[in-house]
Every structure is written in C-alpha cells, then in structure tokens.
C-alpha cells in the first residue's frame, strides 16, 4: 500500500464536462444568512446549486432557478428536499457525534436521472436540515468518472468510511473523511476495491454495497441477480476494507415481480425483478430483515440468518411504487430508522421544466412486529411539527361529510375507525369545494386494502392519474380499531396503515382551492372514534429544506 492511500478531497473532483463552474471545497460558515450566501457564486456552487442546464440554463441563473423553486407550491414543506434539481436514493444515512448525515443520489446541474454525485444534508433533530457541500463527486478517469451510484457509511477506527458504486463498469470503491463535519472525503487511491463481480457468475447488476461487522470481519451485501431466475445478494467479506473475497450468495430470488414482457419490449432487469437494487440487511429484534429495491417497489423479506446466509420465511411489499431505494441506520436511542425516495408522479418533461424532481420519505422507524412484518411508524419527531389541532370523536359516517373547519395543503390526519356495516371508509383530501378534485384514501372492507386513488388529483391530463392499492393493510377484526395516519405535504402523500405499510402517492392539483377535507363511507357506517388533523409547520421559510 502507498504512504498516503487516500487522495486529497479536491483531487479531478470537478461537476460535469459541460458545466465550467469547478467544484469548491470551501467550508461554508453560514455564518450570513442563507439568502444572502446564495446570491454569490461560491454559495450556491458549495451547496450544489449550479448554473443549470436543461430549462432554467436559458432562465439564467442559479438565483432565478431558486426563486422559481421556493414559489412552486407543488414543492413539500416539511418533507426533506435537495437545494434544486433531481434527487433519487437515500445513500448512507449515519448518526455521527450526535448529527444525522443524510447524503442522497444527486444531480446537480438538472432535474433528470444522471451525473450522480452524493448530495449531503445534516440534521440535529432528523427534521430541520442543513444542506451541505456535495460529498463525492466522480473523478475524471476514475473508476467513479461516470457517476458515484448508491452506498452506506459507517465507522472504522472511530474514522467515518463510505463505501459505493463507481461506474461504469459497476465497481465499488472506498472513500473516508476525518473531518469532523463530514464536508469533505478523502478517496482510495487504489479504487476500486472490488472491480468486478464473481467471474462464474453471469450478472444482471453488480451494484449498492452495504456493510456490517461480524466479529472480525467486515461483511458486505452487493446487490445483483440472475437473468430469468431472479435477484440475488452476493456477500463478501474482509478484514482490511481493502482486501475484500467473495464468499457466497446471502440470499436469493424469488424474482418479486409481476411484471409481463410484451412481444418486442426491452428487457428491463429491475422490472422483471431480476435484479435487486440497494439490499439493506440489519437484525430486528430477534429476527432479521431484508430490504431490496426491485420493479419499482421495496420487498421487505423476514427470516433466518445462519451460517451467513438468509433464508426469506415471508415478504411483503413495504409501500407503493412510487416509494423506491429505502435505506436504514441506526439512529438516536438505538432506533433502526428508514429513509426512502419518493419518485415523482408527473413526466420527466413536466419535473425537469419545474427544476427540481424526487423528495425524501418522512423518516420510518422500523420496529419487531407481530412475526409477519416489522412495525413501520413515522418517527415520533415529527410530531414537533405539529400546530394547530383540530379533534372529533365518535363520528359517525354515513355519507360525505366535509370537515368546514380545517382546509390546507400541509396537514397530518390521524384516525381511529371500526368498520361497521360500510365497505369503505374513504377520506378525502386536496379537495376542491365543488369536489371536482380530489384526492381519495381508501379503507375497503371485502379485500382489506388500502387504495390512494390519484385519478381526480389534478385536471392536468400530463400528470399520472391513478389508484395504487397495497393490500391487506387492514384487519377488519371484531373488537380492533383501525389506525390510518395521512401525513399530506404539498405534492406528497404518506400513508401509515395500523403501523404495518405505507402507501406513498404525488399530486399535483392545478386549482388554488383544492384544499379540502372529507369523509365518506360507502354502502353502510362508519364510527371514527377519533380524528386528530394537525397543520402543520414548515421547516423553512422558503421551501427550500434549510
Ligand atoms: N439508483 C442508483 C443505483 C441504484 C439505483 C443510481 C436505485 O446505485 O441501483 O442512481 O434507484
């Protein structure tokens, strides 16, 4: 190994060929204040707001991009969003002398999938953020050149490490910061430290290492799979970081898709759910669990682990389809805590035209659940958001029912309800006074689902319009309440089902008065023995996260 193994931060770390503006490592002091910061260059270059290209290049500038983003009222206010442009997964995610790292799949020159660089925010209270220099950018001729794919942190030697995909080829390479702040990070020299996937294997991806300690030893999942046979997590181990040896396959299939190839379409490895994105591994209580990414949904397996390898009893899918690449940590009061990618639910023309496109899940706190599934719980955080409270109890539900008192676009709705003689128990939000928008949650008795039926959202035809359902998010036992929390944040909904799954959807309502709450039973009664709706406060004045 060479003296000095890892390069020094600013080594070829510049943004894109095309974008001359070259990457400043400068520490940001904030200590002016933030707008005044970002009318220079250096501020908003350290924060990742470049010069764009794509529609706001012709706008300008970075300051008229972010003078558009902090007036669009279809950008959340209390979920975590990057500075400007496009955001997909959550990369390692770690609590490090009392701060959570947040760092992120970024692009920082235009709200399209592309140029990945890990974008890094950081938070005291997992809520109010600050956003930070970007922390890994590719190097020019490096194994990283064309983009610095998903990956964890962790601590070795008291001394933070990341551990991610360079492409392409997919390899994984190793990077550390010994600043304190964790605004800077320092590469291996000799990336990649795995440069390719076993040889006897014919894989469909080779990509998003996540590691762990077992007594001596680091162990590492990457994500892969098998054309025609499903996904697969490859483990390896090593003692240095450096020196790594595959050693077997920690689980395996099944492909986890229903997704059906027509004749003459591009095989897609993901779809077809032969390859699994972003494996996540950790021991929940007396159990262990398995995250992959896959077909554009999260399969959330439980099993066993023995002789390092898993062996799935049950999955279930952790939310809908547009919730994506979900990461865990161990957080503050050893909680294992879950972020996710909410994609978007418009086209690509319609979110690179808004500069801006992908917003973080609220943080999840995963919890050993009833031995079917973990418990998923919005973390109790966020509860200090909460403002005015609005409270009804035992209402009984019949028809429609509008709730005069409470209107906005920012709101959390929690209920408690037994079913009764409906068959659905339908709570409606975003909803114009004369119901032409809306958008419905739907409880359904017969088939104890849970539906997010986006299809009245908005009277834009270019946006998605749809119902996603996840099923048996219900009990519907004699004697047990129901539990639905509704966390509604502009374009956002987030939905927590009996502490058992999500369902995550987009909206974008095009009127001003869409605003509205309501609720319906349909063929019977309801009985809500209790409905909290809190606003809720944003956690910063101009939509833009700090
Ligand atoms: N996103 C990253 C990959 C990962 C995928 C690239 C999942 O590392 O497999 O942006 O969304």
Redesign the pocket.
């Known amino acids: 190994m060479s003296r000095q193994p890892w390069a020094e931060p600013s080594a070829g770390q510049e943004f894109g060929k095309e974008n001359k503006v070259k990457r400043t490592l400068h520490t940001n002091t904030f200590g002016i204040s933030r707008r005044d910061f970002l009318t220079t260059a250096a501020g908003c270059a350290s924060l990742g707001i470049l010069t764009p290209q794509g529609p706001y290049a012709a706008k300008g500038s970075a300051w008229a991009l972010e003078q558009a983003l902090a007036d669009d009222p279809q950008r959340p206010r209390y979920h975590f969003l990057p500075p400007a442009h496009w955001m997909?997964?959550p990369n390692g995610p770690i609590y490090w002398q009392g701060t959570y790292h947040l760092f992120y799949?970024y692009n920082p020159v235009a709200a399209v999938?592309g140029n990945?660089h890990w974008g890094h925010a950081t938070s005291t209270d997992l809520i109010h953020w600050k956003h930070q220099p970007i922390a890994l950018a590719p190097t020019p001729g490096g194994p990283d050149k064309d983009g610095c794919?998903?990956g964890s942190a962790f601590v070795h030697e008291r001394t933070p490490h990341i551990i991610y995909?360079g492409v392409w080829p997919e390899t994984q390479c190793l990077a550390l910061s010994d600043d304190p702040h964790l605004r800077t990070w320092k590469k291996f020299k000799r990336n990649p430290v795995v440069s390719a996937p076993p040889s006897a294997l014919r894989v469909t991806g080779f990509?998003?290492p996540s590691i762990w300690r077992e007594r001596n030893d680091w162990l590492m999942s990457i994500?892969a799979g098998v054309r025609g046979e499903g996904g697969r997590v490859l483990l390896y181990t090593s003692r240095d970081l450096i020196n790594w040896q595959y050693s077997h396959q920690l689980a395996e299939g099944p492909p986890f898709s229903v997704y059906e190839p027509k004749g003459g379409e591009k095989y897609d490895a993901v779809a077809a759910g032969d390859m699994w994105?972003?494996p996540d591994f950790f021991r929940l209580g007396d159990g262990h669990v398995l995250l992959v990414?896959t077909q554009g949904a999260v399969a959330q397996m439980t099993g066993r682990y023995l002789d390092r390898k898993f062996e799935c009893e049950r999955w279930r899918w952790v939310d809908g389809d547009l919730y994506?690449?979900a990461k865990s940590f161990m957080g503050a009061r050893n909680r294992r805590i879950l972020w996710g990618?909410i994609r978007e639910g418009r086209s690509e023309a319609a979110y690179s035209a808004a500069g801006w496109a992908g917003v973080m899940s609220l943080p999840r706190v995963l919890m050993p659940g009833d031995g079917s599934a973990p418990r998923i719980e919005p973390a109790e955080e966020i509860t200090a958001l909460r403002r005015q409270r609005h409270h009804w109890s035992d209402l009984e539900i019949s028809s429609e029912r509008v709730l005069p008192e409470v209107k906005g676009d920012g709101l959390e709705i929690e209920l408690e309800f037994e079913p009764g003689s409906a068959e659905a128990l339908v709570v409606k939000v975003r909803r114009s006074p004369d119901g032409n928008e809306e958008t419905a949650i739907v409880c359904q008795r017969p088939s104890r689902a849970l539906v997010l039926d986006t299809r009245r959202s908005s009277q834009n035809p270019e946006d998605f319009h749809r119902a996603q359902t996840m099923p048996e998010s219900f009990y519907f036992v004699k004697g047990r309440m129901e539990k639905l929390s509704i966390f509604l944040d502009c374009s956002v909904v987030e939905i927590f089902a009996n502490s058992r799954c999500c369902l995550t959807g987009r909206i974008y309502p095009s009127r001003a008065d869409s605003l509205g709450v309501a609720l319906c039973a349909k063929g019977g009664d309801v009985r809500v023995k209790s409905l909290d709706i809190f606003e809720m406060k944003p956690i910063s004045r101009d939509r833009l996260t700090t």
């Open positions: 997909n997964d799949q999938w990945m794919f998903s995909t990509r998003d994500g994105e972003c990414s994506y690449a990618w």
